[in-house]
């Protein structure tokens, strides 16, 4: 699946969830072009496969394309993001265990 297939499933996924939670829909934007890491020793440190920023989504894509399952990690834990900001008023984006505890459960919901 290539980035604009990406962006057109991706959209509709986002707008079915906010719709269901009355909340606005946030923007996405899938870039076909490498994520953003950094490296220690040669070795990766840290990779960004997406960010979230007031109503907008960003999800990277690798040469080699990302799985789809990360791909949809990503986009359900900043669509979390987007939750907390429109919904819980939390001026930063948290990552607490309660965070990564409603992460796994709306995946479970997701995929069965």
């Known amino acids: 699946m290539d980035a604009s297939e990406r962006q057109v499933l991706g959209q509709g996924l986002l707008e079915e969830m906010a719709r269901s939670l009355s909340i606005p ?3 996405l934007l899938v870039n076909d072009k490498r994520q953003n890491h950094s490296l220690k020793d040669g070795k990766m440190r840290r990779k960004v496969y997406g960010t979230y920023k007031a109503g907008n989504m960003s999800s990277a894509i690798r040469e080699a394309v990302l799985a789809p399952k990360t791909f949809l990690d990503t986009l ?5 993001h987007h939750y907390d900001y429109e919904i819980l008023k939390f001026p930063t984006n948290l ?9 796994g459960d709306v995946m479970k919901k997701l995929i069965g």
């Open 76 to 80: 359900v834990h900043e669509f979390l």
């Open 25 to 27: 829909v946030p923007q």
């Open 95 to 103: 990552r607490t265990a309660g965070f990564y505890y409603r992460l």
